[in-house]
């Protein structure tokens, strides 16, 4: 039980354009979903925070208009990352709270 | 804010020795503890978690133990084996149902020697 999957696992996009991630919780419903960028030999650095139904909060320092949050349903958050630039190139992972806070297998975001 | 520190940042012990992991966190209010391990290229796996009013919590050769006078808490991995090589962090939060966010530790990178 409590697994969560991302999607996709690996993408390399162009500067300039937009990619989607998708965070599920596969045997779970999950009212809060959390994002978060991880960089090499680094601990995980929290994005936002996604509630079902409401907007996301954001921590400081992320541009809420670059990396678009939403979580239309009890299983699924997406995240957007607008007008990506190389900068963007990270690990992103995505948690969902259950029982406990359990963590989806990552996306390495490339942008050339 | 919460603040957890994790010691020590790489650690290397011979197959079927132990090996410990330390993390001090600075919110008294802090009552929920996990433990994740993470192997290269994937997310962080739950591998053990304590509450407040436990001393310590023991699954198979993983055992966490918490003294909250002191705001410590430590990993303790007995026999280890290879396949225990990840970077491991510890987390720390305030909440009644494990809702609420994380703060994570540095990372612990542990490599086991065959």
Redesign the interface.
Known sequence: GAVVSQHPSRVICKSGTSVKIECRSLDFQATTMFWYRQFPKQSLMLMATSNEGSKATYEQGVEKDKFLINHASLTLSTLTVTSAHPEDSSFYICSAQGQGQYFGPGTRLTVT | GENVEQHPSTLSVQEGDSAVIKCTYSDSASNYF?W?KQEL??????II?IRSNVGEKKDQRIAVTLNKTAKHFSLHITETQPEDSAVY?C?ALTSNT??G??T????T?LTVKP
Do not use: W
Request: glycine share 20%; hydrophobic share 25%.
């Open positions: 996990p994740y290229g994937k997310g962080p796996q739950l978690d962090f987390a494990n809702a966010k994380s994570f530790g540095d990372g990178t």
